[in-house]
């Protein structure tokens, strides 16, 4: 076995336990139980911080990408997404595509 | 949606919400994730089992550029560099699990693999107008089928991976933290999302001064305890 098979074994095993972890920990509480806001609110933390790192400070090819590019992007698709009814895959296109026309009009 | 009741309507329409604007983001993180495997010189199998063994991307990318080192480090700490950044699975599965309105816990089994951001944040978005006896069919509707465009995705940039310069490369990688925000973005009227919102982001700091592999934990730690005191500060949720 390859160490990437046994590395993608192990990583595989772990994440499906923390899966049943939380599910086998929550089972017995009611959605008001102040252990599931907590831990709502850690999971809804954890993806912020993940989007505010993605935009801010990315690794790999979008690092590429201006910073300005970056939070255009992001500013469009949140403010059409806040105007027109929370409706997602028109945002995230309109965002896609502003940040990929300030991106190419920064390199003129 | 809430007038749906019956488990085979619920489940269409999860795989419905499933290919929109979520089969959008997580075709074109997939795609770049299929390409970068290829580049670290990993099988097309191994692409796919890692979309749907492990199913979070963090996790995978550290995998695949353990891989591409050869594993200099050696597994162990790619391995617990990957759990670390995928440890989020163990709050979102807490958060989820009462939402199902199953008593059971046996019953929750087939919905456990797909625990994962997406599903997780679209149900906790659809979730309130779906009728709980039903919303474990809508989960496993949308699971499964962000599971099959998932790997179907990765398995397309694997074979494309020669095609995809560094700017596609980076619009691809743009759309998936684009579509968490606005995921974000659309839950920011209801105050307890909205703390953990902001906390989160001001927690977000943490990751430039600890070890990049537990930075995200740690931020989602303290930023969601922080929402948490905050609001029952306020005495809401």
């Not at chain 2, 929750?108 to 978005?125: K, N």
Request: glycine share 10%.
């Amino acid at each position: 076995m390859e160490a990437a098979d046994i590395a993608l074994a192990l990583t595989a095993l772990a994440c499906l336990m923390l899966r049943s972890a939380g599910v086998w920990l929550a089972g017995g509480l009611g959605s008001d139980h102040p252990v599931i806001a907590w831990a709502t609110a850690i999971a809804q933390a954890t993806l912020a911080a993940f989007v505010m790192l993605a935009i801010i400070a990315p690794t790999g090819a979008l690092a590429d990408v201006p910073l300005a590019a970056r939070l255009f992007g992001l500013g469009v698709g949140v403010a059409v997404c806040l105007a027109f009814g929370r409706n997602l895959l028109p945002a995230l296109l309109v965002g896609l595509v502003a940040m990929l026309a300030l991106r190419a009009v920064m390199k003129f | 949606m809430g007038s749906v009741t019956s488990s085979r309507s619920a489940a269409l329409f999860g795989a419905r919400d499933a290919v929109g604007a979520a089969g959008v983001a997580m075709a074109a993180t997939f795609l770049a994730f299929g390409a970068a495997v290829r580049e670290a010189g990993l099988p097309p199998g191994w692409a796919l089992v890692a979309c749907w063994a492990i199913y979070g991307m963090p996790g995978q990318l550290v995998l695949v550029q353990a891989a591409s080192t050869g594993f200099v480090g050696g597994i162990a700490p790619a391995v617990m560099g990957a759990i670390a950044v995928n440890a989020r699975f163990l709050p979102m599965a807490i958060a989820i699990t009462p939402l199902f309105g199953v008593h059971e816990r046996k019953r929750l089994i087939p919905a456990i693999p797909f625990i994962a951001v997406t599903p997780w944040a679209a149900a906790m978005r659809a979730f309130p107008e779906i009728a709980a006896s039903v919303r474990l069919s809508w989960f496993l509707g949308f699971g499964l089928t962000s599971w099959v465009v998932a790997g179907l995705a990765a398995l397309a940039g694997f074979y494309v991976a020669g095609m995809l310069d560094d700017h596609a490369r980076a619009a691809l990688l743009f759309v998936n933290p684009l579509y968490y925000a606005l995921l974000l973005a659309a839950d920011v009227n209801k105050p307890a999302p909205r703390r953990a919102i902001l906390c989160g982001a001001a927690a977000a700091g943490l990751t430039f001064i600890l070890p990049a592999s537990m930075g995200l934990l740690a931020a989602g730690i303290i930023g969601g305890t922080a929402a948490f005191l905050w609001g029952r500060k306020r005495g809401s949720r």
